[in-house]
């Protein structure tokens, strides 16, 4: 017959952190606290499927910055860190909050702007975070001047492409701003037009 009873308390405070963070890690950049490409790739996923439902488009902004590499290679690794913490920050700031801001890595970021209601309100947010972007930024001892190139991908509600197809015609239209000097941005009709 029991004599007693035996309790445990045992604290699992750290396991939970743990958990925790490895669920941040799994979706969120370390550096910026953005998503990274496995969430934005889920938001996508969704942000298509309501523009089907209700037939509103999006648009994905594929963003790089001019010349980052040169600042990095000049001033450091830590003076880049911090010009992509403002770069976020100041990205964040340009949007809505039901849209998204994510960095894949390096100095790409992708915005996706959720039910907008033509591609001329995606040019006004190019404008924005043009200008935005392009305010001086004091690192340190350092006064930086930084430019961004954008590519645009308008999504109809009655588009065929995928969100992998999407993600490379915003690359292509990037990729356009930047050959016609950076400090721009193209759609993707204007890249291939």
């Known amino acids: 017959r029991p004599l007693g009873r035996r309790i445990s308390n045992r604290d699992i405070t750290d396991l939970k952190n743990a958990e925790e963070r490895a669920?941040?890690?799994?979706?969120?950049?370390?550096?910026?606290?953005?998503?990274?490409?496995?969430?934005?790739?889920?938001?996508?996923?969704?942000?298509?499927?309501?523009?089907?439902?209700?037939?509103?488009?999006?648009?994905?902004?594929?963003?790089?910055l001019d010349r980052f590499k040169h600042i990095n290679d000049t001033?450091?690794?830590?003076?880049?860190?911090?010009?992509?913490?403002?770069?976020a920050r100041?990205?964040?700031?340009?949007?809505?909050?039901?849209?998204?801001?994510?960095?894949?890595?390096?100095?790409?970021?992708?915005?996706?702007?959720?039910?907008?209601a033509?591609?001329?309100?995606?040019?006004?947010?190019a404008k924005k975070i043009i200008e935005t972007i392009g305010q001086p930024v004091r690192i340190g001892d350092h006064l930086l001047h930084v430019t961004t190139?954008?590519?645009?991908?308008?999504?109809?509600?009655?588009?065929?492409?995928?969100?992998?197809?999407?993600?490379?015609k915003a690359d292509i239209a990037m990729y356009a701003a930047k050959q016609a000097g950076g400090n721009g941005y193209r759609l993707f009709e204007q890249a291939n037009a």
């Open 118 to 125: 033509h591609s001329h309100s995606v040019t006004v947010v």
């Open 149 to 168: 190139s954008i590519g645009i991908v308008v999504y109809e509600a009655n588009a065929a492409d995928d969100v992998i197809e999407l993600m490379k």
């Open 75 to 87: 001033l450091g690794h830590d003076v880049g860190d911090s010009l992509l913490l403002e770069v």
């Open 90 to 116: 100041r990205l964040s700031a340009c949007v809505r909050a039901g849209d998204t801001v994510s960095r894949p890595g390096g100095d790409e970021f992708v915005i996706v702007l959720i039910e907008i």
């Open 23 to 64: 669920q941040q890690l799994a979706f969120f950049d370390s550096l910026t606290n953005l998503p990274h490409r496995r969430m934005l790739l889920d938001r996508l996923k969704q942000g298509l499927s309501q523009a089907k439902r209700f037939g509103r488009p999006l648009a994905i902004m594929f963003l790089d």
